[in-house]
């Protein structure tokens, strides 16, 4: 079955702080992955995809993930969070001629301390 | 400008009556979506168009029918209400399927009471 697993439902980190955000997929075929992240009120906005080619993407904001297809994993991370940042996170999968259908995890809160 | 926007951002309604939700893009774009996000968060398709010609439908109930006028319009009508209905609604666009980016609206709050 295709799925995507964020395993943190809220996340809180200081501002400044690093951050990780998990996501493993399950997919049958090579899998198109992106991380969108909504901010209260407001649609979707892509942060960065992997297609192919080099494991590391960076994004916008700062943002990159890391695509590890041994652990069927594409994580999220930051050096040092903004309080700009907090939000709701959602990693999703897709794949090639597939119409444009994502399959989206369900979200990660991220809450930034002063 | 704003690249998708939908209408209206919030809708509240009685169970049984039907009810319309806009969405235009201004980007050019080809492919056009209609994604439900439950009460859980959870981001689920429901429906996408290309060129107005309707590619996915993703087990909806017949109550929902989107409509294209053209490429740049995806409008999705239900009928019926239902208190599971409630829930909010996003209208998204990209140039060519899964290989470009999805452009979302900022999302329809639709309350069945």
């Known amino acids: 079955a295709q799925s995507v697993t964020q395993p943190d439902i809220h996340i809180t980190v200081s501002e400044g702080a690093s951050l990780e955000l998990r996501c493993n997929y399950s997919?049958?075929?090579?899998?198109?992955l992106f991380w969108y992240v909504q901010s209260p009120g407001q649609g979707l906005q892509l942060l960065l995809k992997?297609?192919?080619?080099?494991?590391l993407v960076q994004g916008i904001k700062g943002f990159e993930a890391e695509f590890k297809r041994s652990q069927s994993s594409f994580n999220l991370r930051k050096p040092s969070v903004h309080w700009s940042d907090a939000a709701e996170y959602f990693c999703?999968?897709?794949?090639?001629?597939?119409?444009?259908?994502?399959?989206f995890g369900q979200g990660t809160e991220l809450s930034v301390k002063p | 400008d704003t690249a998708v926007s939908q209408t209206p951002k919030y809708l509240v309604t009685q169970m049984g009556n039907d009810k319309s939700i806009k969405c235009e893009q201004n980007?050019?774009?080809?492919?056009m979506y209609w994604y439900k996000q439950d009460s859980k968060k959870f981001l689920k398709i429901m429906f996408s168009?290309?060129?107005?010609?309707?590619?996915i439908n993703e087990t909806v109930p017949n109550r929902f029918s989107p409509k294209s006028p053209d490429k740049a319009h995806l409008n999705l009508h239900i009928n019926s209400l239902e208190l599971g209905d409630s829930a909010v609604y996003f209208c998204?666009?990209?140039?060519?399927?899964?290989?470009?980016?999805?452009?979302f609206g900022s999302g329809t709050q639709l309350s069945v009471l």
């Open positions: 997919y049958g075929a090579t899998p198109y």
């Open positions: 998204a666009s990209s140039q060519q399927g899964v290989n470009e980016k999805l452009f």
């Open positions: 168009y290309n060129n107005k010609e309707l590619i």
């Open positions: 999703a999968v897709g794949g090639y001629n597939q119409g444009g259908k994502l399959i």
């Open positions: 980007l050019g774009h080809d492919t």
């Open positions: 992997y297609f192919s080619g080099d494991t």
